[in-house]
């Protein structure tokens, strides 16, 4: 028997991913939240410390979710080990689950990193966890070398139109488009401004062409997420990880 998306993440059982009942009626970016935060916790995440347990977002990490439901381009810079990725995968499970009109294409550096995530993106729901990418088709992950590729027209050619965003499968109204370290790579010339857009990235160097001088731009939106913004992480943890790593290399991958 061949079973529907809910039924083949969930196994056809009662969800506690649903929103709860309010006396009142709430804004629908507030309901919206709660929901994709309920969801997040009926998630399964490898722990380096405690193994396979429950997503519990922390208050960062909601105010990351807010940011994505309620902006049209979301800029965030981040300390390492914050779990962006592990935030970027869930929203991708929800927007799959709740609204399957959607697409979502993830943009990481290399192959190795998109394998990584297709796996961590199986088994989020242990259900069937070998075949939940095949069967979500709404939600791709591919290579920044891809995504150029596929979106050579108007990335070669700095002076195009904006109709030429259109001709492009990943570049019309119903795509989200997020990119993983996009610091890495020169966006310069890209116009994603029609685009839902989600940039995610340890800062990489000092002429970070989306984070610009902070100042919101074009109607961005943006969020810093420092170690500081992490439990447990305290001064004594910072000096250990300098011990380790060397200060240059601490500030620029947990310094934001």
């Known amino acids: ?8 993440i969930f196994g056809g059982a009662s969800l506690l991913a649903f929103p709860t009942t309010f006396a009142h009626p709430e804004p629908k970016a507030n309901l919206e939240l709660n929901d ?34 309620e902006s049209n381009i979301f800029v965030c810079r981040k300390c390492r080990q914050c779990g962006t990725t592990t935030m970027n995968l869930i929203y991708a499970h929800w927007v799959a689950e709740r609204h399957p009109e959607k697409n ?29 990418y095949e069967n979500t088709p709404n939600v791709e992950f591919v290579t920044y070398n891809s995504f150029i590729s596929s979106c050579n027209n108007y990335i070669q050619n700095k002076d195009c ?43 990489n160097r000092p002429t970070d062409v989306m984070w610009g001088d902070g100042k919101n731009k074009r109607n961005m939106t943006r969020m810093k997420i420092t170690w500081r913004d992490i439990p447990g992480r305290d001064d004594a943890w910072k000096n250990r990880q300098v011990e380790i790593i060397g200060q240059d290399r601490f500030n620029q991958e947990f310094e934001v």
């Open 1 to 8: 028997m061949k079973l529907n998306r809910r039924e083949f």
């Open 161 to 203: 139109c904006t109709s030429s965003l259109y001709t492009n499968a990943y570049l019309n109204s119903n795509t989200i488009l997020v990119f993983e370290e996009y610091a890495f790579h020169d966006f310069i010339g890209v116009n994603l401004s029609d685009v839902k857009s989600i940039w995610v990235s340890t800062q």
């Open 36 to 69: 994709l935060v309920e969801f997040s916790k009926t998630c399964t995440i490898d722990n380096i410390k405690d193994g396979v347990i429950k997503f519990n977002p922390r208050p960062y990490q909601i105010e990351y979710f807010k940011n994505i439901l």
């Open 104 to 132: 979502v294409v993830v943009v990481f550096s290399n192959n190795m990193i998109v394998e990584e995530a297709k796996h961590r993106f199986n088994s989020m729901f242990p259900t069937n966890s070998s075949k939940w």
